[in-house]
């Protein structure tokens, strides 16, 4: 459908922790493909939980100190996650002992990643080690084993986390976002100009990259 010769450019602003983030690019992910859309993505750190111990906490207790979620919400907002990630082809795999991190090293390791143009490909192998295998997201061996699994070095990807060599770089970026009056996440901003929160649907996203190419044209 989009014919213009210049891609769209996507910047989306995320968290691995974030399970709407997922959701969200994967239904984003499914209106590109269905609209033939030419664009090119460029993913942005957030931290959701930027103030959580290194050893993270329990999910479902998390939430119900964040934001007073009782055990029965927490139950029916993951079945909808479940749900709707099946949708889009993403396996949710919830336990009562699903736990949620610190991401301030995940987002330097992507940094890293970016700087090989590996960033998109580890963003995702990170969101399925995640909600998928649940694998321990605090553990820099972990991290630098993910990497290893995508073709990054292993004892690079180690060395970095060890020795927080794009800690200013991550900080930069993330207060960049929060000039930008970024609060939340997911956020994807289409062209540089346009802000849309939340994951939106394939049916919205649709219609979004349908409205696009008409201001385009």
Same mark, same amino acid.
Request: aromatic share 8%; charged share 25%; glycine share 6%.
């Given at each position: ?5 210049? *891609? ?5 602003? &995320? ?14 992910? #499914? ?19 930027? =103030? ?12 119900? #100190? ?6 029965? #919400? ?12 099946? =949708?889009?082809? !993403?396996?949710?795999?919830? &336990? ?11 987002? %330097? ?5 970016g700087q090989q ?9 990170? !969101? ?9 997201? &605090? ?13 990054l070095d292993r ?8 020795? %927080? ?11 960049? &976002? ?7 996440? *997911? ?12 994951? %939106? ?14 201001? %385009?044209?």
């Amino acid at each position: 459908m989009n014919k213009q010769d210049k *891609p769209l450019r996507i910047d989306i602003v &995320s968290d691995v922790v974030c399970p709407w983030c997922i959701i969200g690019y994967r239904q984003l992910a #499914e209106a590109l493909k269905a609209t033939d859309t030419a664009h090119e993505i460029h993913w942005h750190s957030f931290e959701l939980n930027p =103030d959580m111990p290194p050893e993270g906490q329990n999910l479902r207790d998390h939430i119900a #100190e964040k934001y007073g979620t009782s055990a029965q #919400e927490s139950e029916e907002s993951r079945r909808k996650m479940t749900a709707l990630g099946a =949708d889009v082809g !993403f396996e949710f795999r919830f &336990s009562d002992d699903t736990r949620t991190y610190n991401t301030f090293n995940i987002h %330097q390791l992507l940094h890293w990643a970016g700087q090989q143009e590996r960033m998109h490909d580890l963003k995702l192998a990170l !969101f399925t080690a995640h909600f998928t295998h649940q694998r321990h997201l &605090s553990d820099n061996h972990v991290l630098a084993e993910i990497a290893a699994e995508i073709g990054l070095d292993r004892s690079e990807a180690l060395a970095i986390l060890e020795s %927080q060599r794009f800690a200013e770089e991550v900080r930069d970026a993330q207060r960049v &976002s929060r000039e930008q009056g970024i609060q939340g996440v *997911p956020a994807v901003i289409f062209n540089r100009r346009h802000l849309v929160t939340g994951a %939106q649907g394939i049916a919205n996203y649709t219609h979004i990259l349908e409205q696009l190419e008409e201001m %385009q044209d």
